[in-house]
């Protein structure tokens, strides 16, 4: 049987329910929380040096908290990461806000390559817990928290010694040092060449859209630029806050402007992509993905570890368009890659669409073993979606499919 390329899936791009999650639920966002508490940083415990402690594993961490500040006062780039280090292996990342803050959710279902104390996980052990079980404080003892962005040195923080508050673990400030003049693939016409006024215009424009006040965030974006035309991330702002004011050619243009000042400033890309796959126009999704992915392999090789909240650079809805755009153009092989890439990445669930992109490239090569699973856990993920019919549908015709061929044994007896 020949599966037709313009099935379930196309049909469903078409009909424009597979929009992102993560697209879907953008700005207004509601403001961002006060900074915790500065503390002084806690020095790191040697490895394997701890003793057990009996009680420990009934305490479960659901998330760590905390905030990122420079020795010197200036601001922070804006792919400043926080990695979780288990037994000198990284086995989380997560990417702080502008403010310095960040929280990193522990123990998700789609965490299941890596345990949380450095050591071989299986799948099947993973499967079991619930969606947001945490991970036991035990299982922290030999982790901790640093920070990580070109140009910058990181202190780090043991998480053996900081009690977790309901489920929380407030683990102060993280202090990072400057090297160098930061050239990294987030950060745009980088932030210390704008005039002091400039910059606060934009501060002040950032925090109005975060209040879904777009209008005034505008005005602000508009003197910061007036300012200092060459500031990138401030063409990025305004063109989101035109985007989210539905101005769709004005919101492109600040996008290209801000590309054109600093091609290597990631964001601008991905709302372009964006715009382009609601469009359907799918060459221009390949362009603007190819871009993003390209840097992001230059600048940070290709990613071993899981990267959480990325915000608008986000490298899973980045490999999500592309998936897309290329299963549009009939490149299959490169769509199953990077599908496979952006489910890897995609440990907050935001493209549960994902799963019936790779149903659908396995039933073309009539694995509809693999099929059948990728629909179920699309279903699972997305129970109440819009062409739930048609993919329950698809489900029992690949499970048809999937039956094993008569044996002709009473063929034989005839």
Not at 239 to 248: I, L, R, S, W, Y
Not at 260 to 266: G, K, N, Q, W
Not at 356 to 382: C, F, G, P, Q, W
Request: with cysteine; aromatic share 8%.
């Amino acid at each position: 049987m020949t599966h037709s390329r313009h099935s379930l899936f196309a049909a469903a791009i078409a009909m424009g329910l597979l929009v992102p999650v993560a697209r879907s639920q953008k700005p207004p966002a509601p403001a961002p929380p006060s900074p915790p508490k500065t503390t002084q940083p806690v020095a790191p415990t040697p490895l394997g040096s701890q003793p057990t402690q009996p009680g420990l594993r009934d305490e479960l961490v659901l998330f760590l908290r905390g905030t990122i500040a420079t020795s010197d006062g200036t601001l922070l780039p804006n792919d400043m990461l926080v990695e979780r280090v288990c037994n000198n292996n990284v086995r989380q990342q997560v990417y702080a806000a502008s403010n310095g803050t960040f929280t990193m959710q522990l123990g998700s279902r789609f965490d299941s390559f890596f345990d949380a104390s450095g050591g071989p996980a299986l799948r099947e052990d993973v499967t079991k817990k619930g969606l947001n079980e945490g991970i036991s404080k035990r299982d922290l003892m030999n982790c901790e928290l640093r920070a990580s962005a070109a140009g910058f040195r990181s202190k780090s923080i043991s998480l053996i010694d900081l009690t977790p508050s309901s489920g929380n673990i407030d683990v102060g400030a993280i202090v990072v040092q400057r090297t160098t003049k930061v050239k990294g693939m987030t950060v745009s016409a980088i932030p210390y060449k704008a005039p002091p006024n400039a910059r606060k215009a934009y501060e002040k424009g950032v925090e109005a859209e975060r209040n879904g006040k777009f209008a005034e965030a505008r005005k602000y974006f508009q003197q910061a630029l007036e300012i200092y035309p060459r500031y990138a991330s401030a063409w990025f702002q305004i063109g989101t806050a035109f985007e989210m004011e539905n101005q769709k050619d004005s919101a492109r243009a600040a996008y290209i402007q801000a590309t054109v000042i600093d091609s290597r400033f990631l964001p601008p890309y991905l709302s372009l992509a964006a715009m382009s796959y609601h469009t359907g126009n799918w060459p221009e999704v390949m362009q603007y993905t190819r871009r993003i992915i390209d840097l992001n392999l230059q600048n940070n090789g290709d990613v071993t570890g899981y990267v959480l909240d990325l915000d608008e650079s986000n490298p899973a809805e980045a490999y999500f368009y592309n998936a897309v755009a290329n299963f549009m153009l009939n490149k299959f092989e490169e769509a199953e890659k990077s599908a496979h890439k952006a489910e890897h990445l995609d440990l907050r669930t935001n493209f549960p669409q994902l799963h019936l992109l790779l149903a659908e490239l396995s039933a073309r090569k009539r694995n509809y073993a693999v099929a059948i699973s990728e629909i179920k856990v699309y279903l699972e993920l997305a129970p109440n979606t819009k062409n739930g019919d048609q993919v329950r549908e698809e489900l029992a015709k690949f499970e048809k499919l999937n039956r094993p061929a008569p044996t002709g044994e009473n063929q034989d007896q005839n």
